[in-house]
């Protein structure tokens, strides 16, 4: 993340995938100064950043969010409620992959649970369901998304969905909706970075 026009796109994606090591020996993501100032930069100015992939992979950004967010934003689940599983596609339960969640208990400020501990332990006793969608929400709106669900792997276009007997078509398809939302969310939201064009003089009513 260190191309300054860069900071010109409504949303970007960082897919990590498993628990792969960065080059200073440890697990997900390690950004350099240069990176964290234009992150800074790019989510105050209504930028989106989805991050994507595996439990050890998503505990490592968010100290640096915590360190480049704008003032005043909070790390939260997101409920089930939010605009962002209504931008293009209805998920009322939530994206493919996610679980019924209990009643939240009141968390520490920027506590994510992708973390190793005694707390998180007790919070994912299975070790297997998926933590879902958190994001750093900021005056209202989401500026990041973490997700361990899976869900790009199905974004890549290696294998085309139009085959209608393939195994993995329905949920190849649900997830690319789960992406559309994504985008649509970031395209649309009022303080987002979308370039919205003024009216076609042939479209004017008189």
Do not use: C
Not at 97 to 116: F, H, K, L, N, Q
Request: hydrophobic share 45%; no cysteine.
């Amino acid at each position: 993340f260190l191309n300054p026009r860069q900071l010109e796109y409504p949303v970007h994606f960082l897919l990590g995938g498993g628990a792969a090591l960065n080059p200073s020996g440890s697990l997900g993501v390690a950004l350099v100064p240069e990176e964290l100032e234009l992150l800074r930069q790019y989510l105050a100015q209504g930028g989106l950043l989805f991050i994507a992939g595996s439990r050890p992979y998503l505990a490592s950004p968010v100290a640096d969010l915590r360190q480049v967010a704008p003032p005043n934003s909070r790390l939260i689940q997101i409920p089930f409620d939010h605009p962002l599983y209504r931008a293009a596609y209805r998920f009322e339960g939530g994206f493919p992959g996610e679980v019924d969640r209990p009643a939240a208990s009141p968390a520490p400020p920027w506590y994510y649970p992708a973390a190793t501990g005694p707390r998180e332990a007790h919070m994912l006793p299975d070790g297997n369901s998926p933590l879902g969608l958190w994001g750093v929400e900021w005056q209202g709106e989401l500026v990041v998304l973490l997700s361990d669900l899976g869900l790009f792997v199905d974004w890549e276009p290696d294998v085309p969905i139009a085959e209608a007997d393939a195994p993995n078509a329905p949920t190849k398809l649900v997830r690319l909706e789960a992406a559309a939302n994504v985008v649509v969310y970031a395209l649309a939201r009022p303080n987002g970075l979308s370039r919205w064009r003024s009216q076609p003089a042939w479209s004017a009513r008189p």
